[in-house]
T-cell receptor, first 109, second 117 residues
Framework: RKEVEQDPGPFNVPEGATVAFNCTYSNSASQSFFWYRQDCRKEPKLLMSVYSSGNEDGRFTAQLNRASQYISLLIRDSKLSDSATYLC??????????FGKGTMLLVSP | GAVVSQHPSRVICKSGTSVKIECRSL??????MFWYRQFPKQSLMLMATSNEGSKATYEQGVEKDKFLINHASLTLSTLTVTSAHPEDSSFYIC?????????????FGEGSRLTVL
């Protein structure tokens, strides 16, 4: 089993739709969890950290399920500008991140 | 937020030559920096952990004699791809953490796209 797994997509959604991604991780000792956004041929940029209690930032909501070892990202009211690849990342040591392959999101007019 | 700068952003070289990529933390000191590589449509794969003043720690399968890492100061790490070949063509990205982030959040450089002809 891979350390971090994601559905590569692409997820094709119309503007205004709600879309959710999941990411599973294999190391139960993982401590920190993140969602990064990566635009084509660019470096990843942190979208949000994921906390046990869940967290929300505007249209984005991230949740962590330690029992089932997955994290999720929910995007509400999708915008064209949300089109990107979303990478989940899990720490296996302080600041040593392991990334999933990413889930591609395409938002269409 | 913290800033990490990488140079060059793009490099094209002939097979057999060596290429050096620099990674700088601009507004914080980084005892540790990380080098990742990303092939098209693939995940970022950690290549090595660069430690200031000591040897880098390489991930399994990464040739330390081919990918030379030097972390001579708290703000600069360099990755040298020696005797580059076309299969080394990839997107190389460095990252660092200010250390003040409680969760170890990483900041990434802009990446260096290497094309070996």
């Amino acid at each position: 089993r891979k350390e971090v797994e994601q559905d590569p997509g692409p997820f094709n959604v119309p503007e205004g739709a709600t879309v959710a991604f999941n990411c599973t991780y294999s190391n139960s000792a993982s401590q920190s969890f993140f969602w990064y956004r990566q635009d084509c041929r660019k470096e990843p940029k942190l979208l949000m950290s994921v906390y046990s209690s869940g967290n929300e930032d505007g249209r984005f909501t991230a949740q962590l399920n330690r029992a089932s070892q997955y994290i999720s990202l929910l995007i509400r009211d999708s915008k064209l500008s949300d089109s990107a690849t979303y990478l989940c990342a899990v720490t296996r040591g302080y600041s040593t991140l392991t990334f999933g392959k990413g889930t591609m999101l395409l938002v269409s007019p | 937020g913290a800033v990490v700068s990488q140079h060059p952003s793009r490099v094209i070289c002939k097979s057999g030559t060596s290429v050096k990529i620099e990674c700088r933390s601009l507004d914080f000191q980084a005892t540790t920096m990380f080098w990742y590589r990303q092939f098209p449509k693939q995940s970022l794969m950690l290549m090595a952990t660069s430690n200031e003043g000591s040897k880098a720690t390489y991930e399994q399968g990464v040739e330390k004699d081919k990918f030379l890492i030097n972390h001579a100061s708290l703000t600069l790490s360099t990755l040298t791809v020696t005797s580059a070949h076309p299969e080394d063509s990839s997107f190389y990205i460095c990252s660092a953490s200010p250390g003040t982030s409680p969760s170890g959040e990483l900041f990434f450089g802009e990446g260096s796209r290497l094309t070996v002809l």
